[in-house]
């Protein structure tokens, strides 16, 4: 009589039991924190690299613009007629758009400037000169993401990117 006494209320509590563990919410907060924890942090990372992204992308095309406005002042204004080879200034532009005025880096770390390529181009029309000649310069940069490992827990191999910035002016001369 005892043992069946024992197991009814066994039998009993067992329901009372899962129905205490299923109603029980201790520890839920930690469980949904380590389910969203991966996309915060991708989410993160989208954040940071998109906005160092855009930082050094203007960056380079601020000093590529005051590369090529340089370039136009120093360049003659006859330089079609003679065969001026602006090429010879490709070392002091490539720091212009490296550096600052006074000398400091201006690009963070994985940001590289690869070349920096300055072109005279005479272009023959109906001008007051025969020829107006106009100067590109192009940069080729290269963007390289330090948080590219967050990119992995979505499946991502996204590492950075290279592209080229360039940018015209007609010479004024000098």
Same mark, same amino acid.
């Given at each position: 009589m005892?043992c069946?006494?024992?197991?009814?209320a066994m039998?009993r509590m067992r329901?009372?039991s899962l129905?205490?563990?299923? &109603?029980?919410?201790?520890?839920?907060?930690l *469980?949904e924190?380590?389910?969203?924890?991966?996309? /915060?942090?991708?989410?993160?990372?989208v954040?940071i690299?998109?906005?160092?992204?855009?930082w050094s992308?203007?960056?380079? *095309?601020s000093?590529?613009?005051?590369a090529?406005?340089f370039? &136009?002042r120093v360049?003659?204004?006859?330089a079609?007629?003679t065969?001026?080879d602006?090429?010879a @200034?490709?070392?002091?532009?490539?720091? /212009?758009?490296?550096?600052?005025s006074s000398?400091? *880096?201006l690009?963070?770390d994985?940001?590289?400037v690869?070349?920096?390529t300055?072109?005279?181009?005479?272009?023959?029309?109906? @001008?007051?000169?025969?020829?107006?000649p *106009?100067?590109t310069?192009?940069?080729?940069?290269?963007?390289?993401?330090?948080? &590219?490992?967050?990119?992995?827990l979505?499946?991502?191999?996204?590492?950075g990117f290279s592209?080229t910035?360039?940018d015209q002016?007609?010479?004024y001369?000098s």
């Amino acid at each position: 009589m005892s043992c069946s006494c024992i197991g009814d209320a066994m039998a009993r509590m067992r329901p009372l039991s899962l129905r205490r563990f299923a &109603a029980d919410t201790r520890g839920a907060q930690l *469980v949904e924190f380590a389910i969203v924890l991966p996309l /915060m942090l991708v989410l993160f990372g989208v954040i940071i690299e998109g906005g160092r992204m855009m930082w050094s992308y203007q960056t380079v *095309v601020s000093g590529v613009r005051d590369a090529t406005r340089f370039l &136009a002042r120093v360049t003659p204004r006859d330089a079609c007629d003679t065969g001026v080879d602006v090429a010879a @200034y490709s070392d002091l532009l490539a720091t /212009m758009v490296r550096t600052s005025s006074s000398g400091g *880096v201006l690009l963070p770390d994985g940001i590289t400037v690869d070349g920096v390529t300055p072109v005279l181009a005479c272009n023959p029309g109906d @001008y007051r000169s025969e020829a107006a000649p *106009v100067v590109t310069v192009s940069a080729d940069i290269t963007v390289t993401f330090p948080f &590219a490992g967050l990119f992995t827990l979505v499946d991502g191999s996204l590492t950075g990117f290279s592209t080229t910035v360039s940018d015209q002016s007609r010479v004024y001369g000098s």
